[in-house]
Protein backbone atom coordinates (compact mmCIF):
# COMPACT_ATOMS: atom_id res chain seq x y z
CA UNK A 1 0.00 0.00 0.00
CA UNK A 2 2.64 2.30 0.76
CA UNK A 3 4.62 1.56 -2.37
CA UNK A 4 1.46 2.47 -4.12
CA UNK A 5 1.08 5.87 -2.29
CA UNK A 6 4.95 6.68 -3.48
CA UNK A 7 4.82 5.64 -6.68
CA UNK A 8 1.38 7.47 -7.17
CA UNK A 9 3.23 10.57 -5.52
CA UNK A 10 6.25 10.01 -7.97
CA UNK A 11 4.04 10.12 -11.18
CA UNK A 12 2.17 12.82 -10.25
CA UNK A 13 5.30 15.14 -9.39
CA UNK A 14 6.74 13.79 -13.11
CA UNK A 15 3.39 14.92 -14.41
CA UNK A 16 3.34 18.22 -13.22
CA UNK A 17 6.95 18.92 -14.07
CA UNK A 18 9.65 21.64 -12.87
CA UNK A 19 8.18 24.69 -11.97
CA UNK A 20 8.82 27.21 -14.24
CA UNK A 21 7.56 30.30 -12.45
CA UNK A 22 10.96 32.66 -12.57
CA UNK A 23 13.13 35.03 -14.33
CA UNK A 24 14.99 33.13 -17.23
CA UNK A 25 17.88 34.88 -19.65
CA UNK A 26 19.97 34.03 -22.59
CA UNK A 27 21.26 34.86 -25.49
CA UNK A 28 20.47 34.89 -29.18
CA UNK A 29 21.96 32.96 -31.59
CA UNK A 30 21.79 35.57 -34.79
CA UNK A 31 22.75 38.59 -32.81
CA UNK A 32 23.78 37.72 -29.18
CA UNK A 33 21.21 39.98 -28.05
CA UNK A 34 19.78 39.61 -24.67
CA UNK A 35 16.57 37.33 -24.00
CA UNK A 36 15.03 37.95 -20.37
CA UNK A 37 11.55 36.11 -19.89
CA UNK A 38 9.40 36.44 -16.36
CA UNK A 39 7.22 33.26 -15.94
CA UNK A 40 4.01 32.99 -13.83
CA UNK A 41 2.72 29.24 -14.07
CA UNK A 42 -0.35 28.11 -12.90
CA UNK A 43 -1.08 24.35 -13.86
CA UNK A 44 -0.01 24.23 -17.81
CA UNK A 45 -0.92 27.97 -18.36
CA UNK A 46 1.86 30.20 -18.69
CA UNK A 47 1.69 34.00 -17.79
CA UNK A 48 4.71 37.25 -17.49
CA UNK A 49 6.44 38.82 -19.94
CA UNK A 50 9.48 39.15 -22.04
CA UNK A 51 11.74 41.87 -22.15
CA UNK A 52 12.06 44.19 -25.28
CA UNK A 53 15.35 46.25 -27.04
CA UNK A 54 15.46 48.82 -24.39
CA UNK A 55 13.77 46.69 -21.16
CA UNK A 56 10.50 47.17 -21.38
CA UNK A 57 7.84 44.75 -20.92
CA UNK A 58 6.22 42.49 -23.70
CA UNK A 59 3.64 40.55 -22.42
CA UNK A 60 2.93 36.89 -23.08
CA UNK A 61 -0.84 36.73 -24.42
CA UNK A 62 -0.65 33.20 -24.75
CA UNK A 63 1.59 30.56 -22.79
CA UNK A 64 1.53 26.70 -22.10
CA UNK A 65 3.38 24.21 -20.56
CA UNK A 66 2.24 20.57 -22.18
CA UNK A 67 4.74 17.94 -20.60
CA UNK A 68 8.26 19.30 -21.23
CA UNK A 69 6.91 21.59 -24.15
CA UNK A 70 6.48 25.62 -23.87
CA UNK A 71 4.81 27.68 -26.21
CA UNK A 72 4.90 31.16 -25.92
CA UNK A 73 2.95 33.90 -27.72
CA UNK A 74 4.18 37.71 -27.14
CA UNK A 75 2.50 40.82 -28.40
CA UNK A 76 5.62 42.94 -29.53
CA UNK A 77 6.22 45.93 -32.34
CA UNK A 78 8.83 46.16 -34.62
CA UNK A 79 9.24 50.48 -36.06
CA UNK A 80 6.27 51.20 -34.51
CA UNK A 81 3.92 48.40 -35.82
CA UNK A 82 2.37 45.59 -33.81
CA UNK A 83 3.94 41.91 -34.56
CA UNK A 84 3.61 38.85 -32.67
CA UNK A 85 6.97 36.45 -31.49
CA UNK A 86 6.04 32.69 -30.81
CA UNK A 87 8.74 31.01 -28.59
CA UNK A 88 8.14 27.11 -28.86
CA UNK A 89 10.93 24.71 -27.05
CA UNK A 90 11.41 21.99 -24.61
CA UNK A 91 12.45 22.52 -20.75
CA UNK A 92 14.79 20.44 -19.10
CA UNK A 93 16.04 21.30 -15.36
CA UNK A 94 16.90 25.27 -15.42
CA UNK A 95 17.53 24.96 -18.95
CA UNK A 96 14.86 26.14 -22.12
CA UNK A 97 15.91 25.29 -25.40
CA UNK A 98 13.71 26.87 -27.84
CA UNK A 99 13.51 28.96 -31.27
CA UNK A 100 11.99 32.61 -31.50
CA UNK A 101 10.50 33.43 -34.52
CA UNK A 102 8.24 36.43 -35.49
CA UNK A 103 4.62 36.10 -36.81
CA UNK A 104 5.23 35.71 -40.76
CA UNK A 105 8.44 33.53 -40.45
CA UNK A 106 10.22 36.09 -41.95
CA UNK A 107 12.47 35.88 -39.04
CA UNK A 108 14.10 33.29 -36.61
CA UNK A 109 16.80 32.63 -33.71
CA UNK A 110 17.41 29.95 -31.48
CA UNK A 111 17.91 30.82 -27.67
CA UNK A 112 19.23 28.55 -24.70
CA UNK A 113 17.65 30.28 -21.85
CA UNK A 114 18.51 29.54 -17.73
CA UNK A 115 16.81 30.07 -14.45
CA UNK A 116 18.00 32.98 -12.71
CA UNK A 117 18.97 32.35 -9.36
CA UNK A 118 17.01 35.93 -8.80
Known sequence: MIKRILLSAVVATLAWGADISGKWTGQMSDSNRDVVLQLKADGDHI??????????????????????????TIDSEWEGQPVKL????????????????SEGGEWSADVVLKKSAS
Open 47 to 72: GGSMSGPNGEPRPISKGELKGDDISL
Open 86 to 101: YIKGKVAGDEIKATIS
